[in-house]
C-alpha cells in the first residue's frame, strides 16, 4: 500500500474578521490564516494539494500571527529539493484564487479539478467574487485539466471525495500515511469549526460551518461526517501547521 507524509507550505495569508472562518462566531475579532500549498511525499509522483497565492504577502506580523515562514511558490518547492516542471499532479480542493495562482507554472502537472469549480470559475455568482478564471486557462488551454465528477482515486493511496460545505465541488483529499489516514479538508476552515469551544458544543453544536458556505446547514452535516473519514483531519486555514513540520509520520 502506499503511503505519503504530508509537507504543509504557506504561501500566502489573509488577515480579516475571524467570523470569515467560524460561522454565527468570532465576529469583530482580527484573524490571521495560513494558505496553504500541501506536497504530499512518496511514490513515485510529485503531488501538491493547491498552488496557493502567486504574490504572497510577507511581514513580519503575519509570520508571528501564524506562526511559522511566509515563502513564495517557488520557495516551497525548493525546500523539498523540486522545481514548478517538477511536479506531476495537482489535487484541488476548489479554485477560489488563493488556491490556484501558481497553477499555471507547473507546466508538465495534470490538475484535479471538480467540474463544479470549473462552472463557477468561469461564471461565478457575483457574492463568489473569489473566483477569477484568469488563474485556470492557461492549464485548461494546455489541456492539463482532469474533470472530476465525484469521489475518485488519483493514485493508490491518495482519494478525493466530494465535500460542497464551502464550494459546490469542494473535494477534500484522503492521504494513506505512516501514522493513518488524514483528510485535508476541502472546505476553508479552523480547528475551531471542527473541534468548537464549550460555549459552542454546551448550544449541542458538533462543528462550526465555514464562514462561507453553500448552505449553512447542509455545511454542519458535512463537516459532522467529515471527522469520521479519517484519523486526522486538517482544517485548510489551521495555523496549527504553518511550522511546516511533517504530518503523518510515526514518530
Known sequence: MSQYLIHPMVMGTKVFDKGMMTYQHGYGTPYTIPIYSWYLEGGDKTILVDTGEMHPVVSEDREKAIGGPILTFEQGLERHGLKPEDVDIVIHTHLHNDHCENDYKCT???????????????????LDFRYLEDYIEDVEDNGQVEVVTGDIEVVPGIRMVHTPAHT?????????TPAGTVMICGFCTILENLYPPVDVTAMEMDVIPPGTHVNANDAYDILVRAKTMADMVLPLHEPKYASGAVIGSRE
Open 108 to 126: 508538465n502537472a495534470r490538475f484535479y479539478v471538480h467540474e463544479k469549480e470549473l462552472e463557477h470559475i468561469h461564471d461565478p455568482h457575483p
Open 168 to 176: 459546490e465541488g469542494g473535494m477534500s483529499v484522503l492521504v494513506d
